[in-house]
């Protein structure tokens, strides 16, 4: 069976399948493969070593820029309701609006990342296997409640900027030229009086932003904004600390990882033969993983759209106690979906999350992990 854990929660989340199409795949796929296979990705079990499942990391596209990673400038993001989206990560996460004029809002992460909404999103229509399957995406799935219908997924995080060391603008700009890259100048002035950035294409067409920003010039003053959209619960007392790991779902996961640790000095890790989970730096982890251009899971050289996506976000807090993340949760009528990634109890498991759903559809998660355990045992 080529379907895992990971795709059919995503399929889920995404509207592509309905509770009951889950639970009767996930018998299926228990029945077959013991749970803790699935946490390794598509590639465990009997489908380790063999020609689709290939560990052999992909040669550099260029040479390396010696460049470093040293800041998460901000995620962008697109919705619906950017407003409402704005309000409950404010609400939940803890994250500061920083400024609304009423086309998008920029929120800090913490002191040491941003993101930005956007309004404007508009769903693309189902794949015709979707539609017909009847995925009741277009039925709503609120993201509320273990029995509620669940929102559709309104949201796309379409560009993510990093910051890098050392800086000099001409000579960022030249290196990008020789290794073949069409830069676009971004020096917007909301991001600071001198922030300068170039806009590059990665190997599916993803927009990547890379900029000057370290944490000395990034985020400074108080964030004290507002949006138009209130609360939709109490605060929680949540510190937001760590990138956890961006589900990066992409075309060919290989050629993305070399893209990436050539460029941006990405360290990558283990080829599970599926995806591989690569250090950014001292800011986080993304895991780069088989399965954008709608065909997920696909194995490589499999005819596909090129396409970038990302699945899903996980972001690590202060003092995770599960119980109470739960019951935090729960109080404000959210879904909290316990994701150990195959490692047992969420009280004595190495790695300890939940997932839930934003107002605009996406899927949020939020873990245990930081920088001092970044790296959970089997």
């Known amino acids: 069976m080529s379907t895992d ?3 059919l929660f995503n399929d889920f989340d995404r509207g ?3 509770r009951r199409q889950l639970l009767a795949a996930l018998g299926i796929a228990v029945a077959i493969r013991p749970a803790s296979a699935f946490a390794q990705g598509q590639c465990g079990g009997a489908r380790a070593g063999t020609p689709e499942c290939d560990t052999t990391l992909a040669k550099f596209p260029f040479e390396s820029t010696g460049w470093k990673t040293v800041l998460l400038d901000h995620f962008s993001c697109q919705v619906v309701d950017y ?3 704005a309000a409950y990560y404010a609400a939940l ?8 004029d009423g086309k998008q809002a920029t929120l800090d992460i913490g002191d040491w990342g941003g993101l930005v909404l956007r309004g404007g999103f508009q769903a693309p229509p189902l794949p015709p296997a979707d539609a017909a399957a009847g995925s009741g995406q277009a039925a709503g799935r609120g993201g509320r409640g273990g029995g509620a219908p669940r929102a559709p997924r309104n949201a796309a995080f379409d560009s993510f ?3 890098i060391d050392p ?7 030249a290196e990008l ?3 073949g890259f069409q830069p676009v100048a971004d020096n917007d002035a909301k991001w600071g009086k001198d922030f300068q950035s170039f806009h590059v294409k990665d190997p599916d067409g993803f927009d990547l932003q890379i900029s000057n920003g370290n944490r000395r010039n990034r985020r400074q003053g108080a964030a004290n904004g507002k949006t138009s959209a209130p609360a939709p ?3 929680t007392t949540w510190k937001t600390v760590w990138l956890d790991h961006i589900s990066f779902e992409v075309s060919n996961y290989k050629e993305t990882v070399a893209f990436y640790t050539a460029l941006l000095g990405w360290k990558a890790g283990k080829d599970e033969g599926s995806q591989n989970q690569c250090e950014i730096g001292d800011i986080g982890d993304i895991i780069i993983r088989r399965g954008g251009g709608g065909n997920r899971g696909a194995a490589p050289g499999a005819m596909m759209a090129r396409r970038a996506a990302m699945g899903h976000i996980a972001f690590g807090i202060a003092g995770f106690d599960p119980d109470a993340v739960k019951a935090e949760l729960t109080k404000r009528g959210l879904t909290a979906r316990e994701d150990t990634g195959g490692r047992g109890d969420i009280h004595t498991a190495s790695y300890k999350s939940y997932h839930t759903t934003t107002p605009n559809g996406f899927d949020l998660q939020i873990s245990a992990t930081t920088k001092s355990n970044r790296e959970p045992t089997a």
């Open 5 to 7: 854990l990971t795709t």
């Open 16 to 18: 592509r399948l309905s």
């Open 83 to 85: 407003p409402k989206e």
């Open 93 to 100: 996460m803890n994250w500061k609006i920083r400024n609304d």
């Open 161 to 163: 900027c990093f910051g």
């Open 167 to 173: 800086w000099d603008a001409k000579k960022v700009e």
């Open 177 to 179: 030229r020789a290794r």
């Open 233 to 235: 619960f109490e605060a």
